[in-house]
């Protein structure tokens, strides 16, 4: 059984930007193919509710090879899209002081696909911050398509530090 709406489908479209891609690298250290999300759309901190969304593409680096002639944005991208999109809220919401350099993908659990997504198509995401601290965050998140929901689960990010090297992370 799918779980309640965090927060209505249908509004999302019709939200302004408020971070693009450039103001979203500011604060996420993922560059090129692993940039997974590309917009903004809805940040209320009382409330710990972030929006945005990913434009799959058909010039994606996965599309030629994740199902020849039926291309599926796989699941683990659909992951890290939605972690992509906690990690900005951490980032731009919730001080660090200390904990870490950046927010990495500490986990996923109770992870469910109800739609296929594919190129040509908008995912809009929400997460809704269930338990908030400068060192870990738990989020549920939500994804749309056409205002349906394609997938559910709870994301866990982690403060992380970069090592010497400027390598290293989740």
Same mark, same amino acid.
């Given at each position: ?55 799959? !593409?058909?010039?994606? @680096?996965? /599309?030629? =090879? ?8 796989? +699941? #683990?991208? %659909? ?55 400068? !060192?870990?965050?738990? @989020?549920? /998140?939500? =994804? ?8 559910? +689960? #709870?994301? %866990? ?14």
């Amino acid at each position: 059984m799918p779980p309640p709406l965090i927060f209505d489908p249908t509004e999302l479209g019709a939200m302004p930007v408020l971070a693009d891609k450039n103001e979203i690298q500011k604060f996420n250290l993922q560059r090129f193919d692993m940039v997974q999300l590309d917009g903004i759309v809805l940040l209320d901190k009382p409330n710990h509710l972030i929006g945005g969304y990913k434009d799959v !593409r058909d010039d994606e @680096f996965w /599309v030629r =090879g994740h199902m020849p002639g039926y291309p599926l944005l796989p +699941g #683990v991208l %659909i992951c890290e899209a939605a972690a992509q999109l906690c990690s900005y809220y951490h980032m731009a919401c919730i001080s660090l002081d200390g904990a870490g350099d950046f927010v990495g993908f500490g986990g996923m659990d109770e992870v469910r696909f109800r739609l296929p997504v594919r190129p040509g198509q908008r995912l809009y995401m929400v997460a809704k911050g269930i338990k908030i601290h400068r !060192r870990q965050v738990t @989020f549920n /998140v939500q =994804g749309f398509v056409d205002n349906q929901l394609a997938f559910h +689960g #709870v994301i %866990i990010g982690i403060a992380l530090h970069r090592n010497a090297s400027g390598s290293g992370g989740a």
